[in-house]
């Protein structure tokens, strides 16, 4: 059974720049959440995906936006980046959906620095 | 916001238990309190969970007093490897998305 992994690990952009993070869902999980950690603090929740539809959405601008593929692995897209969202960028996969509470597993996160 | 209050840092020797109180005075009767933890570089991990009964795995304990207004993770016997911040968190229970409120958690420094 293969943990979440995500890519890359490391990531430099310049601001007003795109950016493209990857995650791949532990072996049978359906959902995915997203979540940004700044330096010294705890992790914040960005959105949820489950089966490929977006079910929950924190405190963050539409330009930060997701997807869901059929084979449950994730993307987070964004755009026009600025210079707070200078951050770990972690991805935590769970069998479930909806009203249902299975621990999360996230992978090792993506560390982006916007400059 | 998080609902959990946490003390920001604590020490602990190596071999001790290690005792990590959390507040959550707020809690409403069907949410749970979760503990994960996050080792320097890495994503969290998942420690233990539970409702009102007190909780035993092989990473930990978790004691909630009976007004589960608090609780206390427990690592019986601390090893250098267990030097992370640990969160505390209350799982919400309406809202149908699974989303994880962290607040800033404790720092545990175990010591040789």
């Known amino acids: 059974e293969t943990g979440v992994t995500q890519s890359p690990t490391h990531l430099i952009k310049t601001r007003g720049q795109q950016v493209t993070l990857r995650c791949s869902s532990q072996s049978g999980h359906n959902t995915v959440s997203w979540y940004q950690q700044a330096l010294g603090q705890g992790p914040q929740f960005i959105f949820q995906?489950?089966?490929?539809?977006?079910?929950g959405r924190g405190n963050f601008p539409p330009r930060f936006s997701g997807l869901q593929f059929p084979n449950y692995s994730s993307e987070l897209n964004v755009n026009a980046l600025e210079l707070d969202d200078s951050a770990l960028y972690l991805c935590a996969s769970s069998l479930g959906g909806p009203f249902s509470y299975n621990e999360q597993f996230f992978g090792p996160g993506t560390r982006l620095t916007v400059l | 916001d998080a609902k959990t209050t946490q003390p920001p840092s604590m020490d602990c020797a190596e071999g001790r238990a290690a005792n990590l109180p959390c507040n959550h005075s707020t809690i409403s009767g069907n949410e749970y309190v979760y503990w994960y933890r996050q080792i320097h570089s890495q994503g969290p991990q998942y420690i233990i969970h539970g409702l009102k009964n007190n909780e035993t795995n092989e990473m930990a304990s978790l004691i909630i007093t009976e007004d589960r207004k608090s609780s206390t993770l427990i690592l019986p016997h601390a090893t250098l490897r267990d030097t992370a911040v640990y969160y505390c968190i209350v799982r919400p229970s309406q809202g149908g998305s699974e989303k994880l409120v962290f607040g800033k958690g404790t720092k545990l420094t175990v010591n040789p």
């Open positions: 995906y489950y089966r490929e539809e977006e079910n």
